[in-house]
């Protein structure tokens, strides 16, 4: 097959998983457009090796997570400062939409790094050696930016436990 049909065959079978964790990570439905763009322009540049090398999706999952953190320190140093924040949007009153909100919320809490162990490991469902791979690191950094995610999870928003079923150690 040709490298063009492969990479649109791909895309166009993927492109639905990816934008998914790309507002996972991002929590915004534009920034997750540009970051899925960004990502495949640079995995297009590289398709050819990619897919001759075997499953394309861990590189492309490193891609898309390499360059999250990156666009987030960019806007970090754009931060913008005002003495009276922006108004929050009132919650919906379904269940779904609450919930959607608490998660987004708490995962924007998070490191870009920790957001994107806990998108890959409970929202992509990687075990933890797929994960260090796809973020190109060890298992043990896996592990202990899982742990220390779940605890500033537990911390910063309780409510969480609450919605799962789960108990915290201070619940017990």
């Given at each position: 097959m040709d490298p063009e049909e492969s990479f649109r065959a791909y895309v166009s079978g993927r492109i639905a998983a990816l934008s998914r964790a790309a507002w996972l990570l991002t929590g915004d439905r534009h920034q997750a457009e540009d970051l899925v763009q960004l990502t495949l322009v640079r995995v297009a540049r590289?398709?050819?090796r990619v897919s001759a090398a075997g499953d394309p999706e861990p590189y492309v999952r490193r891609v898309m997570y390499t360059q999250h953190v990156s666009l987030w320190r960019r806007r970090w140093r754009q931060v913008d400062?005002?003495?009276?924040?922006?108004e929050q949007a009132t919650p919906d009153g379904s269940a779904g939409v609450a919930r959607a909100m608490v998660v987004r919320a708490a995962l924007a809490r998070l490191a870009p790094r920790q957001r994107a162990v806990l998108v890959l490991r409970f929202f992509e469902d990687l075990t933890e050696?797929?994960?260090a791979d796809a973020l190109?690191?060890?298992?043990?950094?896996?592990?202990?930016q899982t742990r220390d995610a779940l605890a500033r999870l537990r911390a910063h928003a309780p409510e969480l436990a609450d919605l799962v079923g789960v108990t915290t150690r201070r619940d017990r």
């Open positions: 590289h398709w050819e400062l005002r003495a009276d924040p922006p050696a797929e994960t190109g690191c060890s298992v043990s950094t896996v592990k202990s």
